[in-house]
């Protein structure tokens, strides 16, 4: 599949769990980010990593941890989450950070029980 | 940091009707536009773009406008059709780069056949 593919596209844990999401991006590009959409909300970007380094992180709680092992991977570990957690996680890339056009995933719908 | 207000939060219009999205921002360094459509159950995609150097751009049915003055853009998509049916959101963003981002809350546009 070409473009930015999100696993899994629906994950529920237990708030004791530790899970992991996982984005891929086929694109080439430089630039992915971690954006999390709750409902009547804004989109919130949580995390940017540019050539593998973490550029911006908005003050995301320590029960997100983010990996990005190299420029087509991106994941985001997630460890003793509450049910306010629950949303719909959103992967995206861009051919830089110097580049507008971002490119998403179709999510992972997680819920925190 | 940058506030983007957007309205309606849902719109139903009849099928070849046009229908008008209204985003209003704070920051008056923003320069840079964009529009998303996300479907159900799908991936935000961006469907136009505009910035601050220009008043208007068009991409067949679908148009944006911005008044700098007021801090406000608009999107506005003319003969409806069912495959408008989506999610819109709007973003501002006050320098080159994804990360600075800021999304609306999101407009549920249903066109009814």
Same mark, same amino acid.
């Given at each position: ?6 696993? $899994? ?7 004791? !769990?530790?899970?992991? &999401?996982?984005?891929?991006? @086929? ?33 995301? $709680? ?7 092992? !190299?420029?087509?991977? &991106?994941?985001?570990?997630? @460890? ?34 | ?113």
């Amino acid at each position: 599949e070409t473009g930015v593919t999100q696993t $899994p596209r629906h994950l529920v844990m237990g708030m004791t !769990n530790k899970k992991s &999401l996982k984005c891929e991006q @086929h694109l080439g590009h430089n630039a992915m980010y971690w954006y999390k959409q709750s409902a009547k909300k804004p989109l919130e970007l949580m995390f940017v990593y540019s050539l593998e380094e973490r550029v911006e992180n908005n003050s995301v $709680p320590s029960r997100f941890s983010p990996e990005c092992p !190299n420029s087509s991977h &991106l994941f985001l570990h997630l @460890h003793t989450l509450q049910p306010e957690d629950s949303a719909l996680y959103l992967c995206a890339s861009s051919q830089d950070r110097g580049h507008e056009k971002l490119f998403f995933g179709s999510g992972t719908q997680l819920s925190v029980l | 940091g940058e506030n983007v207000e957007q309205h309606p939060s849902t719109l139903s219009v009849q099928e070849g009707d046009s229908a008008v999205i209204k985003c209003t921002y704070s920051d008056s360094a923003s320069n840079y536009f964009p529009w998303y459509k996300q479907e159900l159950g799908k991936r935000p995609q961006l469907i136009i773009d505009i910035r601050s150097n220009v008043g208007e751009k068009k991409d067949q049915r679908i148009a944006v406008t911005l008044n700098k003055t007021a801090k406000h853009f608009s999107l506005h998509i003319t003969e409806t059709q069912p495959e408008d049916s989506a999610v819109y959101f709007c973003a501002a963003s006050r320098q080159t780069g994804a990360n600075n981002l800021f999304f609306g809350t999101g407009t549920r546009l249903t066109v009814i056949p």
